[in-house]
């Protein structure tokens, strides 16, 4: 997909994003959920939310680590549109969380980061990588891999082939995935240990992989 149009589309519709895919279907609570049951946080993790859009996956880690008493867990996050780390930023004022830190970058140009943006014990990136074309998915997971310490995790949320998924993509711009597609796209990214679950109601896959 072309970046403008992505970034035009989540420009316009970011407040609706917030609303209606966080909030109101629950991608969010989701999200969460996921995050409790595999203990995605430890004490002085070094975590990266790629794409993270309005925080979904990063709000989630933080409020799991601000419960468990980690105030030692770093937070880095980045995102192509502006609009949406806005929402972003205003929920971190919110909430007064100096651990957490925004950039705004294009994951197929991760040399932009600061250069102490590496070595991460968790690299998240949730329903972001569909709306890369999808011969750019392989290049960004061996750029995302690159940032993840050894034994590191990268946990993914990808949007599944099904009709109602190729309609909503249509208007999201994004594409969709089957778990053969992703097998092979996963073991070309560079990743040899990884699984694939079906996600929120069977929309999506949740792909967990380890940097060995
Ligand atoms: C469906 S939203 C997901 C946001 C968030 N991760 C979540 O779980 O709610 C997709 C996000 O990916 C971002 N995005 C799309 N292409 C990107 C790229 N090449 N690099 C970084 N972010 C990108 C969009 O700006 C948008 O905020």
Not at 36 to 58: M, Q, S, W
Not at 91 to 115: F, H, M, T, Y
């Amino acid at each position: 997909m072309d970046t403008s149009e992505v970034q035009n589309i989540y420009t316009k519709k970011a407040s609706y994003y917030q609303f209606l895919m966080v909030d109101f279907l629950g991608f969010g609570m989701a999200i969460e959920k996921f995050f409790r049951e595999f203990n995605y946080v430890g004490p002085h993790f070094k975590i990266l939310d790629a794409g993270c859009g309005t925080g979904n996956a990063t709000r989630a880690l933080y409020t799991i680590a601000s419960e468990k008493g980690y105030e030692d867990v770093t937070f880095h996050a980045f995102d192509l549109t502006q609009a949406m780390l806005d929402l972003f930023q205003q929920w971190i004022k919110k909430v007064g969380a100096n651990n957490i830190i925004l950039k705004r970058s294009n994951v197929l140009d991760l040399e932009q980061l600061p250069s102490d943006w590496n070595g991460y014990d968790a690299v998240v990136s949730t329903a972001m990588l569909e709306h890369l074309p999808k011969d750019s998915v392989r290049p960004a997971l061996r750029g995302l891999k690159q940032l993840l310490k050894h034994n590191g995790r990268l946990l993914v949320v990808i949007t599944r082939r099904n009709i109602i998924n190729k309609f909503i993509g249509w208007r999201w711009k994004n594409n969709t995935y089957d778990k053969n597609e992703l097998q092979k796209i996963f073991l070309d990214g560079g990743f040899s240990e990884f699984k694939i679950r079906n996600f929120f109601w069977n929309f999506m896959f949740i792909i967990e992989a380890k940097n060995n």
